[in-house]
């Protein structure tokens, strides 16, 4: 069971979860005088007798929707409860079901059976609808062909209990159900759907970034962002996370040092099933940003959150603290990278409290990062941590298994042998220690010259076949390895 995901048997008394299954010990006493006054009851009764009402309830935390605090199923059954429902919060395991326009709260999927007048309730926090009203709260239930949502029509909301009812089928037995912001899902651009501006604002935590942004500044210097103080860069996080249409190019540039203590900070570029990641270049012109404290709330944490296609640059990081959610990405520098080929000169130091997934003390996850003088002084959940990346660490704690032989031909071309079983094959080039090329292999079998050389024939020239291991890319063959002068 996730993190955050606690199952509890309850009865649900305004928005309390009461930890008991409402089993009263008097009504089966009254059962059985019933029993012994009649000889002539049905078994159809005898079962009626026995059923009592009785509440499966799954409390929810998660950062990433928290609108939605808790799901219950209730109604009347002879057999306990616990062995007739499930609740499962979907979101994230499902494209169709965690993308539904103007989600409110995480997707739920249920299964009940056996169960009289079943109820489904959907509890909600008012203080995390980011401006959502609440009257424009409505509910949609997934058809069985996948992706497709109706509405349901027939519910009762309760705003001072601040809960949602859904009177359920006795013979529908599996559904997924969804809130959403009706003004959002119909597209009705006349209603006043939020205060925000942007998804950003409406759907995360954006710290102290809103007290500090100068919207005018920000739009008026984009894309091109020379950065001096913690008011300018909480303006380019601001247009990064609210404004810029990925794959937009953003450039960085620091004029300045910038200590940003006593602010909230947040990552610059995050991911939904939107893309809101950041990409371009960040360039620290030889400058110190200090103080730098990111708290729970993104999956990716780190001064940039998510990115594809980022350079970073001459920048410094002292007395960093980035804790992240407890399933998430994290470093100092980057939580989430992909498609980024050399990093310079990067040097960081503070803590880093990480969770179940990749943690390192530059970036969290990354798969192609060469770093070139960048080192990491780093306390990791209190322990040191000198690994620049979790790559880096795992890497240097797998064993290599040279299943595939490569051999380099007379004119340079480089052949491979056929082994299945592997997942992402893929050809990795590096010329004089930099990887220039990641291209598929799985249908390749010979690697000519000319993809070898795309950056020239002069240098050290090395070639091996990766694969994806479930957690990163690992080296699968020996090493090609030549140089030409």
């Given at each position: ?194 205060e925000y501006d942007s998804d950003w604002e409406r759907q995360c935590d954006t710290g102290s970034i809103m ?118 990405c994290m470093g100092i520098a980057g939580g989430e990278i992909y498609g980024s080929s ?144």
């Amino acid at each position: 069971m996730k993190k955050g995901l606690v199952k509890l048997v309850s009865v649900v008394l305004g928005m309390t979860f009461v930890l008991s299954a409402c089993k009263s010990s008097g009504d089966n006493k009254y059962s059985e005088k019933l029993l012994k006054r009649s000889s002539t009851l049905t078994t159809d009764v005898v079962a009626e007798i026995h059923k009592i009402f009785q509440v499966y309830s799954l409390k929810i935390s998660d950062d990433r929707k928290p609108e939605v605090i808790g799901v219950s199923i209730s109604g009347k059954s002879s057999e306990n409860i616990d062995s007739l429902v499930t609740i499962n919060n979907i979101y994230g395991e499902n494209y169709y079901h965690s993308g539904v326009v103007g989600l409110v709260g995480v997707p739920v999927e249920i299964e009940y059976e056996k169960i009289d007048d079943p109820k489904l309730r959907f509890f909600y926090d008012l203080d995390e609808f980011r401006g959502i009203p609440v009257e424009n709260i409505m509910v949609l239930k997934c058809l069985e062909d996948g992706g497709l949502y109706q509405e349901v029509t027939e519910f009762e909301l309760d705003t001072t209990k601040q809960i949602v009812t859904i009177s359920l089928s006795e013979n529908e037995e599996y559904g997924v159900y969804v809130l959403v912001d009706k003004s959002q899902w119909f597209g009705d651009s006349t209603i006043d759907v939020t205060e925000y501006d942007s998804d950003w604002e409406r759907q995360c935590d954006t710290g102290s970034i809103m007290n500090l942004v100068d919207k005018d500044w920000a739009i008026n210097n984009a894309p091109d962002f020379m950065v001096s103080n913690p008011t300018e860069l909480a303006s380019v996080v601001y247009y990064v996370n609210a404004v810029a249409t990925y794959p937009e190019t953003i450039t960085v540039t620091l004029t300045d040092d910038i200590d940003l203590a006593g602010y909230r900070w947040v990552p610059m570029g995050w991911y939904d099933f939107d893309n809101h990641g950041f990409s371009g270049v960040v360039d620290g012109n030889g400058h110190t940003i200090s103080r730098m404290n990111i708290i729970d709330g993104y999956n990716d944490a780190g001064f940039i959150g998510y990115g594809m296609n980022v350079t970073m640059k001459n920048i410094t990081f002292t007395d960093a603290n980035v804790n992240g959610v407890s399933y998430g990405c994290m470093g100092i520098a980057g939580g989430e990278i992909y498609g980024s080929s050399i990093w310079e000169n990067v040097h960081v130091q503070g803590q880093v409290v990480y969770g179940s997934e990749d943690h390192g003390g530059i970036v969290g996850r990354e798969t192609n990062i060469t770093f070139e003088d960048c080192t990491a002084s780093v306390v990791m959940d209190g322990e040191e941590y000198d690994y620049l990346s979790f790559r880096q660490y795992y890497l240097s704690q797998a064993e290599v298994e040279e299943t595939f032989t490569l051999t380099l031909n007379d004119d340079y071309s480089i052949t491979r042998d056929d082994h299945e079983g592997f997942v992402n094959l893929g050809w990795d080039i590096q010329l004089d220690g930099v990887t220039i090329l990641s291209r598929n292999a799985e249908d390749e079998y010979v690697l000519t010259p000319d993809l070898q050389w795309v950056n020239g024939t002069q240098g050290r020239h090395t070639i091996y076949l990766t694969a994806y291991d479930g957690t990163t890319y690992v080296r699968v063959s020996n090493i090609i390895e030549y140089t030409i002068d």
